[in-house]
């Protein structure tokens, strides 16, 4: 426990389990709200467990943030992206909401194998990355 944490019953509230700070939630989210308008805020200590790797008998570390934490970093990633969302180009994929790999990969089958590209013939691997060599060069 950080010092100075321990005597407000509102930050305990926020570090217990997700049914009780869902509960408590109007107690404690204006002390947070206060701390990071004072920008005094720190996050409290996250809680490390162990899981089992799958088929194995390793465990692996998970690092589990408290309710109130994980509330504050949610709300900052939503203004975040209402800030920068607009500048992003239309081929960005990484990290954007309802945007993800696969959308990307698909959208870069459609750009590689449509007819002006040269590579709708489907001539394969070996055509594909002397495409993607001659299109770097022009690039320089």
Known sequence: MR???ENSRELQTALS???EAKESFGEWIDEMLQSMHRQGYRA????????????KQEKRP?????VADRALQRSVAQVLSAIYEQ?????SFGGR???GAHQGL??????IFRPESGMSSGGGPE??????????????
């Not at 409290?44 to 088929?55: C, M, S």
């Not at 998970?62 to 408290?66: E, G, I």
């Not at 500048?87 to 081929?91: I, R, S, T, V």
């Open 17 to 19: 389990p997700v049914p």
């Open 3 to 5: 010092p100075g944490t």
């Open 44 to 55: 409290p200590d996250i809680r490390r467990v162990y899981i089992r790797k799958p088929g």
């Open 62 to 66: 998970l690092s589990v943030p408290c």
């Open 106 to 111: 698909a959208t870069l089958h459609e750009v």
């Open 87 to 91: 500048d992003f180009l239309p081929c």
């Open 97 to 99: 909401p309802g945007r």
């Open 127 to 140: 055509e594909l990355w002397i495409h993607l060599h001659n299109a770097a060069l022009f690039m320089k």
